[in-house]
């Protein structure tokens, strides 16, 4: 029987015992002498009690035994442990391994890791989106309308046009939107052409709006257009997309450094871009849908994007890639390839002209 | 039996991480943890302690990190449910519609979260310190809660009363706090340092880092570090030793330039390169100077295996040298 040198501490004191230990059918033996040079100790640690620490250096190996506070046994021999497992057999040291196996069948666990990594962007940006939009939709529309009030008091409430607002609803009671709860249009003094939608069903159009549009029609594909990001709940569901990827990259990365955090930041920004894209032009054939149900021409879509590139034209800002409008000119030919065919359209009707003359003409009130 | 085992003497610390060795064991954490959908957690941690734990050593001895995964599950969820009610509470605020309760949500909110910083100091020291190990004595952490309460609460205010001013001596007196309640086996821990010098090193610090458009950063960060460290005091038997850092500020600034390099460059995937490269840097320049007797240090703490708050200290970000 093999007897290997090792160093020895009992659990009460930080004193190094030498020891000899020798592997014995019944047990591990451990024999030492106490400081006093008097007789030598010996313990027995059952073999299958043993502890034995995962992360040492090649040939040497830490083991640990009992009860708190442990006793724990260093030897630096290399052939100590494939010693120790294969004579206790039968009952074998727990090794306290860590996430990896050791070498031999290293090589599959590598395989899986790699592929679950590979698993990881497929998560990301299919997965995750999908799911995100799952739960979206399980919000029910009563709160989405409760949520999306609390925002448009804060958003709308700044100045609104009454006139033009009573006029905007009569226009819009005539497009006979359906939608699970009561849709709010309004129309807000400010001169800077633009139009939004927020959850909730409120619908917001800035006066600078008709100064640039030029017919019923236009309304008609600008309202349609905005009633697409509500009847979609595009805004519930872009906000469960950025939070979802926000909450996925940091649980993967765990704690970094805030410079990560950063740039997951903008990488997120960056993605939550491309998803409004996609949710643009669904909200533009959602626009041409309600456009077809009232035989209004499509082409007043078409316009209206014309008149808005013309307008940041002037002003020098269209940047396909930083906008968070999809470049005009790639809306407009998707909405060209969709109205090719059909052609079987009528002039506004008296009520929508009615309340689009009024809203054309009224002058802006200071 | 030799008499004079307690002259004046150093004792190094050598860390023994390789990079490749934690990126191994990080990786395959980070798949655990994304499969089990962050339910890993506990467990990854486990395994990256014992790892760093394992590989430092001092006096020729290595740590040991005794916690488990599972120990650490029943706190994760426990933080994870601490974390659900503070978060709730803002919501169901912003939601309701009425400014008042919004108030009413956020204040709960923030109250409970600084409410929280002590409880998950204490509870992490407890944990962590009765958890590690050096030659088989474990260490311990015997401060009460009520006490570190009472300092957070008065030192805050008063931090707040002049304006942070009062910050430096704030930080040194938690430091006296929980460092003066270290033990390692019969060994005490205490921190000598006073407010007056770390007021005087930050002010300094401030001062020739705006002077220098920066370039003092990192030699005032040295400053802190060295202040830290050097002021931790062993007392073993009436006899006292303490620990000496000499880190500079080159050295600093290389750590954290290369560092921010691989990191940013490996989009946070090579982090625990960087991980073991600041551990080498603090230990490798870490000395204990003076009478310490590695050989007769005493068990006398009792076992602790409560791991409530060390999650919470993690979402807290609350991170102790």
């Known amino acids: ?366 | 039996m030799e008499e004079n085992s307690t002259t004046t003497q150093s004792y190094p610390f050598v860390f023994h991480g390789k990079g490749t060795a934690y990126f191994e064991i990080q990786l395959a954490n980070w798949v655990l943890t994304f499969i089990s959908l962050g339910f890993y957690y506990p467990w990854a941690k486990a395994n990256s302690l014992r790892y760093l734990y394992s590989k430092t050593e001092f006096a020729g001895s290595r740590f040991t990190f005794h916690g488990t995964g599972k120990e650490m599950f029943l706190g994760f969820i426990k933080a994870i449910g601490i974390f659900i009610l503070l978060y709730g509470a803002v919501m169901a605020g912003a939601l309701s519609g009425s400014q008042t309760w919004l108030y009413v949500g956020l204040g709960v909110f923030y109250v409970g979260f600084m409410a929280l910083i002590p409880l998950a100091i204490h509870g992490r020291m407890r944990y962590r310190m009765s958890r590690t190990s050096w030659r088989g004595i474990h260490f311990g952490y015997r401060g009460q809660l009520m006490r570190l309460y009472g300092l957070f609460i008065s030192n805050l205010l008063l931090t707040i009363i002049t304006f942070g001013i009062y910050g430096s001596w704030y930080t040194v007196n938690l430091r006296k706090e929980i460092i003066g309640n270290i033990r390692m086996g019969n060994v005490r821990f205490s921190y000598e340092g006073t407010g007056t010098e770390l007021f005087i090193i930050n002010l300094k610090g401030l001062v020739l880092t705006i002077l220098t458009l920066g370039g003092y950063l990192f030699a005032y960060t040295r400053d802190l570090h060295n202040y830290y460290l050097n002021n931790v005091y062993l007392e073993q038997n009436g006899h006292y030793s303490r620990l000496s850092s000499s880190v500079t500020g080159w050295g600093y600034f290389k750590l954290v330039a290369i560092n921010l390099f691989i990191v940013v460059f490996s989009l946070g995937i090579a982090a625990p390169f960087a991980t073991i490269r600041t551990m080498r840097f603090v230990l490798q320049n870490a000395e204990l100077v003076g009478e310490f007797d590695a050989d007769n240090l005493l068990q006398t703490e009792d076992i602790y295996k409560d791991a409530t708050y060390e999650d919470v200290s993690d979402m807290l970000d609350i991170s102790l040298v």
Request: aromatic share 10%; glycine share 4%; proline share 7%.
């Open chain 1, 1 to 366: 029987m093999p007897v290997y040198e090792g160093i020895y501490f009992d659990g009460k004191s930080s004193q190094p015992h030498r020891a000899q230990v020798s592997l014995e059918p019944s047990a591990l033996q451990i024999t030492y002498k106490t400081q006093d040079n008097t007789l030598p100790v010996t313990v027995h640690w059952q073999s299958q009690r043993i502890e034995q620490e995962a992360y040492t250096e090649e040939g040497k190996t830490i083991l640990r035994y009992g009860n708190y506070p442990a006793q724990s046994l260093e030897v630096s021999y290399p052939d100590f442990l494939p010693a120790l497992k294969s004579y206790y057999t039968a009952a074998p040291p727990v090794s306290q391994s860590g996430p990896l196996p050791k070498s031999g069948s290293a090589y599959w666990v590598w395989l899986i890791i790699i592929c679950l990594l590979a698993l990881i962007p497929v998560t990301y940006f299919w997965v995750l989106p999908a799911v995100a939009d799952f739960a979206a939709r399980q919000i029910p529309p009563a709160y989405e309308h409760k949520l999306g009030k609390t925002l448009a008091t804060q958003i709308i409430a700044e100045d609104q046009d009454s006139a033009r607002t009573a006029n905007l609803r009569g226009f819009a009671r005539q497009l006979n939107l359906p939608a699970p709860y009561p849709l709010t249009f309004t129309v807000i003094r400010n001169a800077e052409p633009n139009a939004f939608a927020i959850p909730g069903g409120n619908i917001a159009v800035h006066e600078g709006m008709f100064n640039l549009i030029q017919s019923p029609e236009e309304l008609a594909a600008l309202l349609g257009h905005e009633y697409g990001h509500i009847k979609l709940r595009h805004s519930l569901r872009s906000l469960f997309r950025s939070l979802s990827g926000y909450i996925f990259i940091s649980v993967i990365i765990g704690d970094v450094s805030a410079i990560t955090a950063v740039l997951i930041e903008n990488a997120n920004a960056l993605k939550s871009l491309e998803y409004s894209r996609n949710f643009e032009n669904e909200a533009d054939l959602l626009g041409l849908q309600v456009m077809e149900a009232h035989q209004l021409n499509p082409e007043g879509m078409v316009q209206l994007f014309r008149h808005l590139q013309e307008h940041s034209k002037a002003r020098g800002q269209d940047l396909e890639f930083i906008s968070t409008h999809p470049a005009l000119s790639s809306r407009i030919r998707n909405i060209q390839n969709r109205i090719k065919q059909k052609n079987n359209f009528q002039p506004a009707s008296d009520s929508l002209q009615y309340y689009w003359q009024r809203l054309k003409n009224m002058p802006a009130k200071k």
